[in-house]
């Protein structure tokens, strides 16, 4: 069964700073997609960033950029120039690659409150 | 717009009186699925289906029924509903069930049970 840890159950980072948010993982399967999700206190799920285990290169949207490492089964979530709006949970999850009906299913972390200071 | 609607948004109800939590999606996504979050433990999976008249279980599908009789509608059926319901619960919708396509997720559910 694969399992997803946010060890960092609060985070707090200046406005402007940078910040970035742990995530682990356990599987035993060698393709997969890994996703950070941010819930502000709307709870809309956002997705933010979205990574194909099978690619090598970090991926980027704008600000948020991840530091994927397969072989340590890590997947850091790097926010840059922090805002306040990027006050949130955030949630880590796996999925597993592939068109069965489980491949579907998230596996989410307990998340981790990040709160920017003005 | 494309969106994923849940209704109600928000619904406080006594123990044993049986309520359906209605999720529909607008993006002919054939793969749905229900989610409920709860403090520290983030987010699970209830119940999925992967097209009409297919549905299975998640991994906390006890005391939830769910249907899928069209292919935009993805009802939660709470039967008897008891206090360990009291939750935030979540629909989402793709057009697979692979991670190529991104999950699209309705605003939620707070559901609380007297």
């Known amino acids: 069964a694969q399992t997803v840890t946010q060890s960092q159950p609060e985070m707090s980072v200046q406005e402007a700073e940078t910040v970035t948010l742990s995530c682990t993982y356990d599987?035993?399967?060698?393709?997969?997609?890994l996703f950070w999700y941010k819930q502000p206190p709307s709870r809309q799920m956002i997705l933010v960033i979205r990574?194909?285990?099978?690619?090598?290169q970090n991926a980027t949207e704008n600000r948020f950029s991840v530091n994927f490492q397969k072989a340590a089964k890590s997947f850091s979530l790097k926010i840059s120039d922090s805002q306040l709006g990027d006050t949130a949970m955030y949630f880590c999850a796996f999925m597993k690659h592939g068109y069965g009906g489980s491949q579907g299913n998230l596996i989410f972390g307990k998340g981790t409150k990040l709160s920017v200071k003005p | 717009e494309a969106q994923v609607t849940q209704n109600p948004r928000y619904l406080i109800t006594v123990t044993g009186k049986k309520l359906t939590v209605t999720c529909s999606q607008n993006m002919n996504h054939e793969y749905m699925s229900w989610y409920r979050q709860d403090p520290g433990l983030g987010l699970r999976q209830i119940y999925y289906?992967?097209?009409?008249?297919?549905?299975d279980k998640g991994d906390v599908p006890e005391g939830y029924k769910v249907s899928r009789k069209e292919k935009r509608n993805f009802p939660l059926i709470l039967e008897s509903p008891s206090p360990n319901q009291t939750s935030l619960y979540f629909c989402?919708?793709?057009f697979g069930s692979g991670g190529r396509q991104p999950q699209h997720f309705g605003d939620g559910t707070r559901l609380s049970i007297l």
């Open positions: 599987t035993s399967e060698s393709n997969y997609y």
């Open positions: 989402a919708s793709s």
């Open positions: 990574q194909e285990a099978y690619k090598q």
């Open positions: 289906s992967m097209n009409v008249e297919v549905t």
